[in-house]
Every structure is written in C-alpha cells, then in structure tokens.
C-alpha cells in the first residue's frame, strides 16, 4: 500500500539556519513519482518539486535541495539559510500506479522559521 | 482567473444543515481532485474526475458526500446532513490530465465550520 511518513509535525528555526524536513515513502511500485509542496499560511498548496523513482539524483534549486535515496525510501527537503518567508507546512506526496488514490500526502511538517 | 479557484472560502453551518463547496478549476484541465485537510491529519483525498470517466469515489467517507463536475469544468462537492467532524478545509486541485507524473494545482480551500 502507498505511504507517506512525514515524522517532524512541527520544527522551529532561527533565520538563516539551515533545516532539513524528512519524508519517507512506501510503495509496491517500480514506477513511482514524489512531490513536495508547500502550504503558506495563504492556503494554496505550491509545488515545488517532482522526480520519479529511476532519477536519484540530488536536485538544488536555489536554497532548496532534495535529497532522493531508493535504498532507504527517503526523499528529504533541505532550506539552506532559511528566511521568515520559508515558513509555512510543506508537504510529501506520492504518486504510483498500485492504487487509486492520485496523489497520497504526507501529515505535513510545519515550519516556523524566527527572525 | 488563471489559478484554481473556491468558493465559499469560509462556510458556518449548524449541524444537519447540507452545504455545497464549488471549485472552478483551470481552463483545460480535465483532472479534477477533491482532498479534506483536518487539523494533523494531512491532506485526505476524497474524489477525482478524468475528463467525461465515471469518477473515482473511493475516498468519500461516507454517502452523505458526494460531487458532480457539470461540462467537464466547474465541480461541487455536497455535503448532507452535516457533523461536527465533517469540519475541515476543503481543497480542490486540478491538473492537465490524469497521470501518475502530473503536478497538481491546488485552489485556496474552503474552511468549513459544522457548529
């Protein structure tokens, strides 16, 4: 069955720190896409990134880096000198061809970065 | 409007009172998703719509929910006889089309209230 474990509910940081928010995910499927998006206090979920499950390589943009690892079923987000507007819920999500449900989130993590 | 767009973007309503959440989607689109987001639970899919297919209502928690999409645009999602723990954000997302790689595009959500 597909899941996604977003452990960290909640993490703080002060400005200019850098933080890195773990997902992992659980899936049967050899074919498989992972998201992250973020939720501003505004409401509207902003994707961020998408890779799928034959791409391993680590993505950077900006101050933002993913780190994709199939051995241990992780896809981590890291901010790198984070900045009061990086506050916000991001979430994981995946995506496969072993069940219906089109996209399945994690719980989300909830980031307060303090100036 | 070029985003996803809902309306209303707040709703109060008393317990066993029917209410209707509209979500008009992007232009083209032809994939059209419901998710419930409720507090620390993430974002909990309950239905999509693919183009002129019968949707996918495996999420839908109970009969007293349902949806329609009318012209393969806008869609309403109804709730019956409403509970207190129906209350939640509703979120409406669209996409191109419906794929296991595609990014969805989500509107701001609907804050219901069931008093």
């Known amino acids: 069955a597909q899941k996604v474990t977003q452990a960290q509910t909640e993490i703080s940081v002060v400005e200019k720190e850098d933080v890195t928010l773990d997902c992992v995910y659980e899936t049967r499927d050899t074919t498989y896409y992972l998201f992250w998006y973020k939720q501003p206090p505004s409401g509207e979920l902003v994707f961020l990134i998408r890779r799928n499950s034959f791409d391993e390589q680590n993505e950077i943009s900006g101050r933002y880096s993913w780190n994709f690892q199939k051995s241990t079923s992780s896809f981590n987000f890291t901010i790198t000198a984070s900045q009061v507007v990086d506050s916000a819920v991001y979430f994981c999500?995946?995506?496969?061809?072993?069940?219906?449900?089109?996209?399945?989130f994690g719980k989300g993590t909830r980031l307060s970065v303090i100036a | 409007g070029a985003g996803v767009s809902q309306s209303p973007s707040n709703k109060v309503t008393e317990k066993g009172k029917d209410v209707e959440l509209r979500c008009d989607p992007i232009s083209g689109h032809t994939a059209l998703y419901w998710y419930r987001q409720s507090l620390g639970q993430g974002l909990e899919f309950l239905i999509y719509f693919q183009g002129n297919s019968a949707p996918d209502k495996s999420g839908l928690p109970s009969d007293r929910f349902s949806a329609e999409r009318t012209g393969g645009s806008v869609s309403t999602l109804t709730i019956q006889r409403t509970q207190q723990e129906d209350s939640a954000v509703y979120l409406c997302?669209?996409?191109?089309?419906?794929?296991?790689?595609?990014?969805?595009?989500f509107g701001s959500g609907t804050q219901l209230s069931v008093l």
């Open positions: 997302a669209s996409s191109f089309r419906f794929g296991v790689n595609e990014k969805l595009f």
């Open positions: 999500a995946l995506s496969d061809n072993s069940g219906n449900t089109p996209l399945v």
